[in-house]
């Protein structure tokens, strides 16, 4: 027999409620009661979801009010001094929205704290907030959620598996603050924690609990490796059936380590991995439950039941009693429920599974298993088996010109005309900036008038002519504010994008869209990823009406704004019939046409947004050269259609440079942004030990917090950054685009932001 659970599922809501209700929480209009009912009734929605869909252990713990690893750093007591209440305080609401978003200058305990850091979890578009360990760090458990949620299971009537992020993964996703220490020193502490955690909820009648180890999946150093047996071998005597959980990926060298922890399952991703399956078969220990990720929880597409369950069908001849089957992660990363979809066409949508689909896929494939024979077995194989038939077939997919035109790109295709030292002089004389020219990332708030109006074109209610002229409205009052403030290259705004890839994807042939398609990003950030169903061209220009009307109002230089190819591959459901490469190429072409486009038009400065670039890098590091190649030809191949006068910006999101430096250098744009301020500059290390040729924008403040920053605090961020970079080659911009912003805080922040900047070039130069 087979057993159908899940890893986790999504927690914002069909309809997005917990984000509606943790922005209404933030804004006052909502107390804490009122916020708690919601993520009640989501919990209780979402595990009947997933009853009704088939899964037989449902996960609990997977609920979080910003992000799991925030929830599990609260749970261990794991707060930073800046956020701590007074001695003996437990943490509150509060505490975790304030580590998670900084805390304001009213904040009874820890106004003006700044938020921690946050970064990509693993190689996925979500963002978890980064622990903080000190070498006197102590744990107790100081949370209760994990607790509560099990007890709100139970008295539904669920079969619960709570999920807890292993030890050695969670002190692996933080950093030592402080005197420099080994982060493995705080191990035994931790494990302590764990069997508390673990002889609680036995206590509460809990059989399995799922402890996620992703880094497995990672090239691990020795010390971790040797790490992992021990403390499996302490965690052991804990009185839970405890199943490891790893996902993103293989285990490789790492197969015989995790088949022998002292554990009583595995869980392995076979959609990232298949290639892993026949080798654990022959070395997982006798008693031990093997899970097997068979169905995608990172795409949208239907799962090929057929070729799944014959996977299976042969574990099962193996394994008996001790085979399980899931998705190959959690489905956080998946969108709810495909059955909200009303507006795609039957073809497409039989081609697509979201996460209660998901859920189905994984109970049909079980009882594949269970009761081969059954009607419905059958007959979801059989409409499985159509599906997949659908797809290769489908004209809506190749594209013979566009194969074509990728199949005679040029190696010369993806070079400027000039190194950067001859670039860079001409476009300094052209452009004549001052020393820390100042800028921004690109988006301006995006205001409830704006999204009223773009909703009411879409629904026919506003003429092209009318949304066009609230559009231009918007262009101008951006404009205006920038030159008030003293900014020195300015952007339009960019109100009428919705979405820095989907609203490039809409003017792009080979995409499609959802209407519900919502998947979290990180706290009440969602995102609704378009669909690459097709080979990808560009019918018609995207952007260059739009920045020309811009520019028109202005004698300073506007950027004109874009989104590259690897971020608008990462941050869509990508195709998984081609490569990612040759689909980065078609989107490459794409935006070069755009490029050009908008240099015709007289645009001198072309920013190619790439936040992805290093989420995109493979896990393991023997896959990074081939991806780095391919990623940064699709880069150069986007942005070297220009004369030398133009000057190419990119901007890159929360990333550790320190490996790709090379690889970043290698794209070769004039000037590259990049998110530091949560790290305090940390990030620029790269930079200065790699001798970063060409110029860069480091952030001096963190958008994704509320916080006002100083002109002082940003003129140290700044002068931190003038000792790593020469200042000749710095520019001053916020950490990202401004768009989730309020007007208020940002004309604020860019007030010191742009007075910093007159700083620097009275003290500095």
């Given at each position: 027999?087979?057993?159908?659970?899940n890893?986790?599922?999504?927690?914002?809501?069909?309809?997005r409620?917990?984000?509606k209700?943790?922005?209404?929480?933030?804004?006052?209009?909502?107390?804490?009661?009122?916020?708690?009912?919601?993520?009640r009734?989501?919990?209780?929605?979402?595990?009947?979801?997933?009853k009704?869909?088939?899964i037989?252990?449902?996960?609990v713990?997977?609920?979080?009010?910003?992000?799991?690893?925030?929830?599990h750093?609260?749970t261990?007591?794991?707060?930073?001094?800046?956020?701590q209440?007074?001695?003996g305080?437990?943490?509150?609401?509060q505490?975790?929205f304030?580590?998670?978003?900084?805390?304001?200058?009213t904040?009874d305990?820890?106004?003006?704290?700044?938020?921690?850091?946050?970064?990509?979890?693993?190689?996925?578009?979500?963002?978890?907030?980064?622990?903080?360990f000190?070498?006197?760090?102590?744990?107790?458990?100081?949370?209760?959620?994990?607790?509560?949620?099990?007890?709100?299971?139970h008295?539904?009537?669920?079969?619960?598996?709570?999920?807890?992020?292993?030890p050695?993964?969670?002190?692996w996703?933080?950093k030592?603050?402080?005197?420099?220490?080994?982060?493995?020193?705080?191990?035994?502490?931790l494990l302590?924690?764990?069997?508390?955690?673990?002889?609680?909820?036995?206590?509460?009648g809990?059989?399995?609990v799922?402890?996620?180890?992703?880094?497995?999946v990672?090239?691990?150093?020795?010390?971790?490796?040797?790490?992992y047996?021990?403390?499996?071998?302490?965690?052991?005597?804990?009185?839970?059936?405890?199943?490891?959980?790893t996902?993103?990926?293989?285990?490789?060298?790492?197969?015989?380590?995790?088949?022998?922890?002292p554990?009583?399952?595995?869980?392995?991703?076979?959609v990232?991995?298949?290639?892993?399956y026949?080798?654990?078969?022959?070395?997982?220990?006798?008693?031990?439950?093997?899970?097997l990720?068979?169905?995608?929880?990172?795409n949208?597409?239907?799962?090929?039941?057929?070729?799944?369950?014959?996977?299976?069908?042969h574990a099962?001849e193996r394994?008996?009693?001790?085979?399980?089957?899931?998705?190959?992660?959690?489905?956080?990363?998946?969108?709810?429920?495909l059955?909200?979809?009303?507006?795609?066409?039957?073809?497409?949508q039989?081609?697509?599974?979201?996460?209660?689909?998901?859920?189905?896929e994984?109970a049909?494939?079980?009882?594949?298993?269970?009761?081969?024979e059954a009607?419905?077995?059958?007959?979801?194989?059989?409409?499985?088996?159509?599906?997949q038939?659908?797809?290769?077939?489908?004209?809506?997919?190749?594209?013979?010109?566009?194969?074509?035109?990728?199949a005679?790109?040029?190696?010369a295709?993806?070079?400027?005309n000039s190194?950067?030292a001859?670039?860079?002089?001409?476009?300094?004389?052209?452009?004549?900036?001052?020393?820390?020219?100042?800028?921004?990332?690109?988006?301006?708030?995006?205001?409830?008038?704006i999204r009223?109006?773009?909703q009411?074109?879409?629904?026919?209610?506003?003429?092209?002519?009318d949304?066009?002229?609230?559009?231009?409205?918007?262009?101008?009052?951006?404009?205006?504010?920038?030159?008030?403030?003293?900014?020195?290259?300015?952007?339009h705004?960019?109100a009428e994008?919705?979405?820095?890839?989907?609203?490039?994807?809409?003017?792009?042939?080979?995409?499609?869209?959802?209407?519900?398609?919502?998947?979290?990003?990180?706290g009440?950030?969602?995102?609704?990823?378009?669909?690459i169903?097709?080979?990808?061209?560009?019918?018609?220009?995207?952007t260059?009406?739009?920045?020309?009307?811009?520019?028109?109002?202005?004698?300073?230089v506007?950027?004109?704004?874009?989104?590259?190819?690897?971020?608008?591959?990462?941050?869509?459901?990508?195709?998984?019939?081609?490569?990612?490469?040759?689909?980065?190429?078609?989107?490459?072409?794409?935006i070069?046409?755009?490029v050009?486009?908008?240099?015709?038009?007289?645009?001198?400065i072309?920013?190619?947004?790439?936040a992805?670039?290093?989420?995109?890098?493979?896990?393991?590091?023997?896959?990074?050269?081939?991806?780095?190649?391919?990623?940064?030809e699709?880069f150069?191949?986007?942005a070297?259609?220009?004369?030398?006068?133009?000057?190419?910006?990119?901007?890159?999101?929360?990333?550790e440079?320190?490996?790709?430096i090379?690889s970043?250098?290698?794209?070769?744009a004039?000037?590259?942004t990049?998110e530091?301020?949560?790290?305090?500059?940390?990030?620029?290390?790269?930079?200065?030990?790699?001798d970063?040729?060409?110029?860069?924008?480091?952030?001096?403040?963190?958008?994704?917090?509320?916080r006002?920053?100083?002109?002082?605090d940003?003129?140290?961020?700044l002068?931190?950054?003038?000792?790593?970079?020469p200042?000749?080659?710095?520019?001053?911009?916020?950490?990202?685009?401004l768009?989730?912003?309020?007007?208020?805080?940002?004309?604020?922040?860019?007030v010191?932001?742009?007075?910093?900047?007159?700083?620097?070039?009275?003290?500095l130069?």
């Open positions: 027999m087979a057993l159908a659970h890893l986790g599922f999504p927690r914002i809501g069909a309809d409620e917990l984000k209700a943790l922005e209404a929480f933030w804004k006052g209009e909502l107390d804490e009661a009122g916020l708690r009912q919601v993520g009734e989501l919990r209780a929605s979402h595990w009947q979801a997933q009704d869909a088939g037989e252990l449902l996960p713990g997977d609920f979080a009010w910003y992000d799991q690893v925030l929830t750093s609260l261990f007591g794991v707060v930073p001094q800046r956020f209440r007074p001695e305080a437990k943490p509150t609401l505490t975790l304030d580590m998670a978003r900084g805390a304001n200058g904040d305990c820890c106004g003006g704290a700044h938020a921690q850091e946050m970064t990509k979890w693993f190689d996925t578009n979500y963002h978890y907030l980064v622990p903080e000190s070498a006197d760090q102590q744990f107790a458990l100081s949370w209760e959620q994990l607790f509560e949620e099990v007890d709100e299971a008295a539904l009537g669920h079969a619960v598996k709570p999920v807890i992020i292993g050695l993964t969670y002190l996703l933080g030592s603050k402080g005197a420099g220490f080994d982060k493995l020193e705080l191990l035994d502490r302590a924690l764990y069997d508390e955690i673990f002889n609680r909820l036995a206590t509460q809990v059989e399995w799922q402890i996620d180890e992703p880094i497995l990672l090239d691990l150093p020795q010390d971790w490796k040797n790490a047996e021990r403390a499996y071998n302490i965690l052991q005597r804990a009185p839970l059936k405890k199943l490891i959980a996902y993103f990926g293989g285990l490789e060298e790492n197969l015989g380590l995790a088949a022998n922890l554990v009583d399952g595995l869980h392995i991703d076979l990232r991995a298949p290639e892993q026949p080798t654990i078969l022959d070395r997982l220990p006798a008693y031990k439950v093997l899970s990720g068979l169905v995608n929880g990172r949208i597409w239907a799962c090929d039941l057929e070729k799944a369950a014959d996977v299976l069908r099962a394994l008996g009693e001790r085979l399980w089957v899931a998705p190959s992660c959690s489905l956080l990363h998946s969108p709810v429920d059955a909200r979809e009303d507006k795609l066409d039957a073809e497409l039989s081609w697509l599974a979201f996460a209660v689909q998901k859920c189905q994984v049909v494939l079980a009882k594949a298993v269970n009761q081969p009607p419905d077995v059958l007959a979801a194989l059989a409409r499985s088996r159509a599906v038939a659908s797809r290769a077939a489908s004209p809506r997919i190749h594209k013979p010109a566009v194969q074509a035109r990728v005679a790109i040029k190696p295709d993806s070079q400027r190194a950067f001859q670039r860079i002089a001409k476009q300094r004389a052209g452009l004549n900036l001052p020393a820390f020219p100042t800028t921004t990332i690109g988006s301006f708030p995006q205001t409830s008038a009223l109006a773009r009411a074109f879409k629904q026919g209610k506003l003429t092209l002519g949304y066009t002229e609230a559009m231009h409205s918007e262009i101008r009052h951006a404009v205006k504010i920038q030159q008030d403030l003293g900014l020195d290259v300015l952007v705004g960019e994008r919705n979405d820095m890839v989907e609203y490039f994807a809409e003017q792009l042939d080979g995409y499609a869209f959802t209407r519900f398609g919502w998947v979290q990003s990180y009440s950030r969602c995102v609704k990823p378009a669909l169903v097709g080979d990808l061209s560009r019918p018609n220009a995207m260059v009406e739009w920045i020309r009307y811009a520019q028109g109002l202005t004698d300073k506007m950027k004109g704004m874009l989104t590259g190819p690897v971020t608008m591959l990462m941050w869509s459901f990508a195709r998984e019939d081609v490569s990612r490469e040759v689909q980065a190429r078609q989107l490459a072409l794409a070069r046409d755009e050009v486009d908008l240099e015709a038009a007289g645009i001198r072309v920013q190619i947004d790439e992805a670039f290093r989420e995109g890098l493979p896990l393991r590091r023997s896959a990074w050269p081939a991806y780095l190649e391919w990623a940064t699709a150069r191949l986007c070297s259609g220009v004369r030398d006068e133009t000057q190419i910006h990119t901007h890159m999101c929360y990333s440079f320190n490996d790709v090379e970043i250098a290698a794209m070769d004039d000037v590259i990049i530091t301020s949560r790290s305090d500059m940390e990030l620029l290390e790269a930079f200065e030990k790699f970063y040729p060409n110029e860069i924008g480091p952030g001096v403040y963190d958008i994704h917090s509320p006002v920053p100083s002109k002082d940003m003129v140290k961020l002068t931190k950054a003038a000792q790593r970079i200042a000749e080659r710095l520019w001053v911009n916020p950490d990202c685009g768009k989730t912003r309020a007007w208020p805080e940002t004309e604020a922040a860019l010191n932001m742009v007075a910093a900047a007159r700083t620097l070039r009275a003290t130069l």
